[in-house]
């Protein structure tokens, strides 16, 4: 069963203790957008799987996260969210993977639940083809006096 979400309001997200990113709702126009982030388009067919993920996260969050609490620069200073601070904060390996399991990985549940197949409903052969040929009736034998 696919849970609808129909609130169209941006959350927070504890990504860290001190770091919250607040996020715009993940919806198929964000997706598709993301997907079409020229970061996507220049990556190469050798690319590992991991290159891919990182950059796929870093088209994500750049038009996800609108606002954050508890980034700062290499003095303290609290820094405004901008594309290169988002592209940097995911460059750091626990925020890259809390962002994916809390906010990413939500996108791809929903596309595994959808593309699911549900169970027969009378076990795991009910709705299977009958492949083999019936059987043959015997043979008429003749009466016996």
Do not use: C
Request: no cysteine.
């Amino acid at each position: 069963m696919i849970r609808l979400n129909l609130s169209n309001r941006p959350e927070w997200l504890d990504l860290l203790p001190g770091l919250r990113v607040l996020v715009a709702p993940l919806t198929t126009a964000l997706m598709v957008s993301a997907r079409a982030d020229p970061l996507i388009d220049n990556l190469s067919e050798a690319s590992s799987q991991e290159h891919m993920a990182l950059a796929m996260a870093k088209a994500v969050a750049r038009r996800a996260v609108l606002e954050w609490e508890g980034v700062g620069d290499d003095a303290g200073n609290l820094v405004p969210v901008s594309l290169a601070g988002i592209d940097a904060l995911l460059e750091i390996w626990p925020v890259f993977e809390a962002f994916q399991a809390q906010y990413v990985a939500r996108g791809l549940m929903l596309d595994q639940e959808k593309n699911a197949s549900a169970p027969s409903p009378t076990g795991p052969s009910a709705g299977a083809t009958a492949t083999a040929r019936p059987a043959r009736a015997p043979a008429p034998t003749a009466p016996q006096d």
